[in-house]
């Protein structure tokens, strides 16, 4: 049973389209989060919703808008995409939003803009 | 502002040997640190993490991790590695607040020869 699911694994896109990855997780925890890792495999957070509600929200452009529809998951729709926005996405959560509690992270979503 | 750093991009050791994977860190107030590894075309796994409490930090696969204050750092330790150790190792900090980000170093690739 995985824990932190994504879909779809791969997306391969063309610029100026608009695309959404999902992500699910079934470990009953009330935070989620999106990583974004460049090609250098730098991670860095992108959003993060406890409860549904959005906690963390960092400088990540207008065209990325998280959606929760409930607190088991977690989408990410891009808007416009662009050929920088070309990386793996993760996503990831925590049982609760405390600094301490560990984050479980999804297998990734590559996506490619050509 | 927190940061981590990880001074090794590749870390090279002989199986059998003991490994060690180097962090610091910066953070306002008490750290709470991470370790993942992250696998080729992988997720990241969790490892361990400190808290508060004990500095010798025991988490999966054998690894253990060092919590020094003194010297803001939190080294990645194994006695002896296996070439299946091989991989793509975080380190990451978040402070002991409220809303704030988990932060990962760039990253230090190991790699276990036989």
């Known amino acids: 049973d995985t824990a932190v699911s994504q879909t779809p694994k791969y997306l391969v896109t063309q610029m100026g389209n608009d695309k959404s990855i999902k992500c699910e997780q079934n470990?009953?925890?009330?935070?989620m989060y999106w990583y974004k890792q460049d090609s250098k495999k730098f991670l860095k957070i992108m959003f993060s919703?406890?409860?549904?509600?959005?906690?963390i929200n960092e400088t990540v452009p207008n065209r990325f808008s998280p959606k929760s529809p409930d607190k088991a998951h977690l989408n990410l729709h891009i808007n416009s995409l662009e050929l920088g926005d070309s990386a793996v996405y993760f996503c990831?959560?925590?049982?609760?939003?405390?600094?301490?509690?560990?984050?479980?992270f999804g297998p990734g979503t590559r996506l490619l803009v050509l | 502002a927190q940061s981590v750093a990880q001074p090794e991009d590749q870390v090279n050791v002989a199986e059998g040997n003991p490994l060690t994977v180097k962090c610091t860190y910066s953070?306002?107030?008490?750290?709470?640190l991470f370790w993942y590894v992250q696998y080729p075309n992988r997720g990241l796994q969790f490892l361990l993490k400190?808290?508060?409490?004990?500095?010798l930090v025991k988490g999966s696969y054998g690894f253990e991790a060092e919590f020094n204050k003194s010297q803001t750092s939190f080294h990645l330790k194994k006695p002896s590695a296996l070439v299946s150790d091989s991989a793509l190792y975080f380190c990451?900090?978040?402070?002991?607040?409220?809303?704030?980000?988990?932060?990962f170093g760039k990253g230090t690739t190991l790699s276990v020869s036989s």
């Open positions: 990451a900090v978040r402070a002991n607040q409220a809303g704030t980000a988990l932060i």
């Open positions: 953070v306002s107030g008490n750290p709470y």
């Open positions: 470990l009953g925890h009330d935070t």
């Open positions: 400190y808290i508060t409490g004990d500095n």
């Open positions: 990831a959560s925590s049982q609760e939003p405390s600094s301490a509690k560990t984050q479980y």
């Open positions: 919703y406890n409860n549904k509600e959005l906690i």
